[in-house]
């Protein structure tokens, strides 16, 4: 490129050159000419330059992306062997506590129908503080909102106003998107999930405690904690407190809301606010 650069100024050179001999022209037109021969040279080189420097920075992202790839084909290859793992050894994880955090929304007060995020808030509240005495229904009077549902921001500003420290993890769906959310509740965090429902799958009499607790259509935006995992056929599934227990109980006398599981394939896919909220006692 650079010999081209030359030859190209050499020959623009020579023919302005002879152009102003045989024209006659005056010893200062062949000066001009000359500098205006150097002045594109001189400017073809810059862009010579600028294109080098380009290819080159384009060079440095493609292989900043192929590092990326390899390494996420890396955690994913790696996750997969502490799943095989896990399952094998039927590895579970429940992040409890030694007293009661479990809230139904049935018994939130007129607004009970809508108040799963008030009553998921005040679950998280108890979770981290023993002696939170929020409720679900404490916490909506604080936000009534003519009645409707909360929204994410009103959760947040309930947060804010008791100085509650929290992870957001930006949720991106996709292959393995479970990955991370499993890693985080492994650590002992508990995450807090805006779904749409009817992307889980509802009750099954032969498996009382997988999927939701009911398979009514009209449920379809809703809020749950996960709190746990555990692998059920080699599957992944989230221990779930789900706070539509609807003061029903089970067999052994348990809210049917309480220690639920839904498939993490499913909870990934019914995510419908791209933020999930981790919460971790100290």
């Known amino acids: 490129m650079k010999k081209f650069i030359r030859l190209l100024s050499l020959a623009l050179l020579i023919t302005i050159s002879t152009s102003a001999c045989s024209n006659k022209t005056t010893n200062k037109n062949v000066k001009k000419t000359n500098e205006e021969a150097e002045r594109i040279a001189k400017d073809l080189e810059k862009q010579e330059k600028e294109l080098e420097e380009k290819v080159k920075k384009q060079n440095e992202i493609a292989e900043q992306k192929k590092n990326k790839i390899k390494q996420y084909e890396q955690e994913i290859e790696s996750e997969k062997k502490t799943r095989e793992e896990e399952a094998a050894q039927e590895v579970t994880v429940s992040n409890n506590k030694d007293y009661e955090w479990y809230m139904d929304q049935s018994s939130t007060g007129k607004y009970h129908s ?62 393995m998107s479970d990955m991370p959310i499993r890693k985080y509740i492994k650590d002992g965090y508990i995450g807090m999930f805006f779904s749409d429902m009817t992307k889980i799958a509802g009750f099954n009499r ?77």
């Open 114 to 175: 809508d108040n799963c995020v008030p009553t998921c808030t005040a679950m998280i509240l108890k979770f981290l503080d023993s002696n939170s005495k929020d409720t679900g229904e404490s916490l909506r009077n604080e936000y009534v909102v003519d009645g409707k549902g909360w929204i994410p921001d009103i959760m947040l500003d309930a947060l804010k106003k008791r100085n509650i420290k929290y992870v957001a993890y930006n949720f991106k769906r996709g292959y």
């Open 206 to 282: 032969n498996t009382p405690k997988l999927g939701k607790s009911h398979n009514d259509p009209k449920v379809v935006r809703h809020t749950f904690i996960v709190k746990g995992y555990k692998y059920i056929n080699n599957e992944l599934y989230f221990e779930v407190y789900d706070p539509d227990s609807a003061n029903l109980r089970d067999k052994s006398g348990q809210l049917i809301g309480k220690n639920r599981y839904y498939k993490a394939s499913e909870v990934t896919n019914s995510v419908v606010w791209p933020k999930i909220l981790f919460f971790k006692s100290k």
